[in-house]
Nanobody, 114 residues
């Protein structure tokens, strides 16, 4: 089974940038969609951005124009610019197979200070 490992989280001031990486242990060619989710304390896990094998990308309204998802071979990136305190959360990488089966990374903490 493919394993996903996130990195790149940390503490940043509001207005700053971070780039998250999600490295897959093997080819993700068979995974239809790769995405990033986030979960703040006491809240549900929400979709942030997704990219499909066909090249389609979608973003949550709250991050449009600030975040960019990209996919290079077996690594998925999330470039986050103009960060806000509301972006503070644990960010999870996700792989979604066409069968509906999903895999998750362990998560990486992003903290944005005001």
């Amino acid at each position: 089974q493919v394993q996903l490992v996130e990195s790149g989280g940390g503490l940043v001031q509001a207005g700053g940038s971070l780039r998250l990486s999600c490295a897959a242990s093997e080819s993700i060619f068979s995974i239809n969609a790769m995405g990033w989710y986030r979960q703040a304390p006491g809240k549900q896990r929400d979709l942030v951005a997704v990219t499909t094998n066909g090249g389609t990308t979608n973003y949550a309204d709250s991050v449009k124009g600030r975040f960019t998802i990209s996919r290079v071979k077996n690594t998925v990136y999330l470039q986050m610019n103009s960060l806000k305190p509301d972006d503070t959360a644990v960010y999870y990488c996700n792989g979604h197979y066409t069968t509906g089966y999903m895999i998750w990374g362990q998560g990486t903490q992003v903290t944005v200070s005001s």
